[in-house]
């Protein structure tokens, strides 16, 4: 299915800032669903008679009007007159007489949607009829905060670009709501609003207590009680405001976003939603403490191999056989390429690996043990991209073994050459080429029977740990190519 902003650009004329309003009209609309315990369809009109739907909400606090999806679909003005009079009276019209609509009884009001004098588009609020419902002092505070919203957008002056609405994390109609007279005053505060101010410390109920000075006085930093009662009085006089999150002197955390409400441009108080998000942040704080004691973990670990390896350097010094330094020798490459994932990993907050750093690490170790013995640099070409941490141990160790196969192997001392590794990423797969210009692999050369440790290694790492693929050929031009293929997806 199109989205909004391709609907209205294959089907209108609505300029860059016209599509803009709508979006926003959009995002703020979850809130008038709510409050209206009704659904909302956006209509733009095709000619004089048709129009279409480019964006439809339904509500979370009353049964939906209509279970389908009717984004896409076109009513005529004989079966839904009231679109049509929204454009040309430019006032919210409603519809006497409920009609039936799947079985289902509903009452369709159209609100048109007014910039700068000018209505580009047209709300459709339908409310499902058939549960019948008790007018409750929660039911008439949401359906008159509803209704001047709605007449705002008539209006126009709601919603507003500045500032951005931030309407994605912003509390909810359920999660709390209390709407307050001119003067500031609480003339209604919903059950959930009430227990999260009573998480800040305020025992007694809110009706009547002028919310300002009382939210400055729960709060417990200064600046943050500063901040949330300006943006409730700005609300008052008519300014809009980003949600903001404060924690009260008991440690309650509440995310707080207040809405004016100037139907007609008459000051009618202002609406402020509420959310205790208290066990949110506790759970948010125990995960940045194992995230934090995880990366500890793996900066012990680097110190740990790092130790190993020197230990080893040391051994190596103090062994006369020529055979057992070259033997330790390749050890500390090993214990040093793992060492490198982990600290990768210790500045990591995701347990996952930027490859491309690591192997640009490891390229320069492997060029410093090359040049005791040839003339051979090494380069990394493409780009590897972020793996998961559980791939990047046997990766690394995969490709520092072929670079270090393709030093030992395919040059003489003294020769010059180069190695290239070069990556190629997919949604699936990354392929790894490791090409060298050197003499080529031997007469009867096979991967499967070979008995050096290094190849050995890596197929049991591109096998058991990788998943993947490994094989090596000829180059055309001469040297070898080590082709390595891993898949991205997740292993299980």
Same mark, same amino acid.
């Given at each position: 299915?199109s989205?909004?902003?391709?609907?209205?650009a294959?089907?209108?004329?609505?300029?860059?800032?016209?599509?803009?309003?709508?979006?926003l009209?959009?995002?703020e609309?979850q809130?008038?669903?709510?409050?209206?315990?009704?659904?909302? !369809?956006?209509? *733009?009109?095709?000619?004089?008679?048709?129009? !279409?739907c480019?964006?439809?909400?339904r509500p979370?606090?009353?049964?939906?009007?209509?279970?389908?999806?009717?984004?896409?679909?076109? *009513?005529?003005?004989?079966?839904? %007159?009231?679109?049509r009079r929204?454009?040309t009276e430019?006032?919210?019209?409603?519809?006497?007489?409920?009609r039936?609509?799947?079985?289902v009884?509903?009452?369709?009001?159209?609100?048109?949607?007014?910039?700068h004098?000018?209505v +580009?588009?047209?709300?459709?609020?339908n409310?499902?009829l058939?549960v019948?419902?008790?007018?409750?002092?929660l039911?008439i505070?949401?359906?008159?905060?509803?209704?001047?919203?709605?007449?705002?957008?008539? #209006?126009g002056?709601?919603?507003?670009?500045?500032?951005?609405?931030?309407?994605?994390?912003?509390?909810? *109609?359920? #999660?709390?709501l209390?709407?307050?007279?001119?003067s500031?005053?609480?003339?209604?505060?919903?059950?959930?609003?009430?227990?999260?101010?009573?998480?800040?410390?305020?025992?007694s109920?809110?009706? =009547?207590?002028? !919310?300002? %000075?009382?939210?400055?006085?729960?709060?417990? #930093?200064?600046?943050?009680?500063?901040e949330?009662?300006?943006?409730?009085?700005?609300?008052?006089?008519?300014?809009?405001?980003?949600?903001?999150?404060?924690?009260?002197?008991?440690?309650?955390?509440?995310?707080?976003?207040?809405?004016?409400?100037?139907?007609?441009?008459?000051?009618?108080?202002?609406?402020?939603?509420?959310?205790d998000?208290?066990?949110?942040?506790?759970?948010?704080r125990a995960?940045?403490s194992k995230?934090?004691?995880?990366?500890?973990i793996?900066?012990?670990?680097?110190?740990?191999?790092?130790?190993?390896?020197?230990?080893?350097?040391?051994?190596?010094?103090?062994?006369?056989?020529?055979?057992?330094?070259?033997?330790?020798?390749e050890?500390?490459?090993?214990?040093t390429?793992?060492?490198?994932?982990h600290?990768?990993?210790?500045?990591?907050?995701?347990?996952?690996?930027?490859?491309?750093?690591?192997? #640009?690490?490891? +390229?320069?170790?492997?060029? &410093?043990?090359?040049a005791?013995?040839s003339?051979?640099?090494v380069?990394? &070409?493409?780009?590897?991209? +972020?793996v998961?941490?559980?791939?990047?141990t046997?990766?690394?160790?995969?490709?520092?073994?072929?670079?270090?196969?393709?030093?030992?192997?395919?040059?003489a001392?003294?020769?010059?050459?180069?190695?290239?590794?070069?990556?190629?990423?997919?949604?699936?797969?990354?392929?790894?080429?490791?090409?060298?210009? =050197?003499?080529? !692999?031997?007469? =009867?050369?096979?991967?499967?029977?070979?008995?050096?440790?290094?190849?050995?290694?890596?197929?049991?790492?591109?096998?058991?740990?990788?998943?993947?693929?490994?094989?090596?050929?000829?180059?055309?031009?001469? =040297?070898?190519?080590?082709?390595?293929?891993?898949?991205?997806?997740?292993r299980?």
């Open positions: 299915m989205t909004l902003t391709d609907l209205l294959e089907h209108t004329k609505l300029s860059g800032a016209a599509v803009d309003h709508l979006q009209v959009v995002a609309w809130l008038l669903s709510d409050l209206s315990f009704a659904d909302f !369809l956006m209509w *733009v009109p095709l000619d004089d008679t048709t129009f !279409l480019v964006a439809q909400a979370t606090t009353a049964p939906t009007a209509h279970p389908e999806d009717v984004v896409g679909s076109t *009513v005529d003005v004989e079966e839904h %007159p009231q679109l929204a454009i430019a006032r919210i019209c409603r519809e006497e007489d409920p039936w609509h799947l079985g009884p509903v009452r369709r009001e159209a609100i048109p949607v007014k910039r004098d000018e +580009i588009a047209v709300l459709s609020r409310t499902n058939a019948p419902r008790v007018p409750s002092p039911e505070s949401y359906l008159g905060s509803a209704a001047d919203l709605c007449q705002m957008i008539s #209006d002056t709601f919603p507003t670009t500045e500032p951005s609405p931030d309407v994605h994390t912003s509390p909810r *109609v359920g #999660d709390g209390i709407r307050l007279d001119a500031g005053a609480v003339v209604f505060a919903s059950p959930n609003a009430l227990s999260a101010y009573h998480r800040m410390g305020h025992a109920d809110l009706v =009547g207590v002028h !919310l300002a %000075p009382l939210t400055r006085s729960l709060i417990g #930093d200064p600046f943050d009680a500063t949330v009662a300006q943006r409730i009085r700005a609300a008052l006089d008519g300014q809009p405001s980003m949600r903001i999150e404060a924690e009260s002197r008991r440690g309650a955390a509440v995310l707080f976003r207040a809405l004016p409400l100037r139907p007609r441009g008459s000051a009618a108080g202002a609406l402020v939603l509420c959310r998000v208290t066990e949110v942040r506790r759970r948010d995960l940045m995230d934090a004691t995880i990366r500890e793996h900066h012990r670990v680097k110190n740990n191999l790092q130790t190993v390896a020197a230990l080893l350097r040391l051994q190596s010094r103090r062994t006369s056989s020529e055979e057992a330094r070259e033997a330790l020798a050890s500390v490459r090993r214990v390429s793992i060492a490198l994932v600290e990768t990993l210790s500045m990591s907050v995701d347990e996952r690996v930027d490859l491309d750093d690591v192997v #640009d690490k490891v +390229i320069p170790m492997m060029s &410093d043990v090359a005791t013995e003339q051979v640099v380069r990394r &070409d493409g780009k590897f991209g +972020i998961p941490a559980e791939l990047a046997p990766l690394v160790m995969v490709l520092t073994e072929l670079v270090q196969n393709a030093f030992e192997h395919a040059y001392a003294g020769q010059r050459g180069e190695v290239v590794v070069h990556a190629e990423r997919s949604a699936k797969w990354l392929d790894v080429v490791i090409s060298d210009d =050197g003499r080529g !692999l031997p007469p =009867g050369f096979s991967l499967e029977r070979t008995d050096r440790l290094g190849l050995q290694i890596v197929r049991t790492l591109v096998e058991s740990e990788l998943r993947g693929s490994l094989s090596l050929r000829r180059r055309p031009r001469g =040297g070898t190519e080590a082709v390595l293929r891993v898949p991205l997806r997740a299980r």
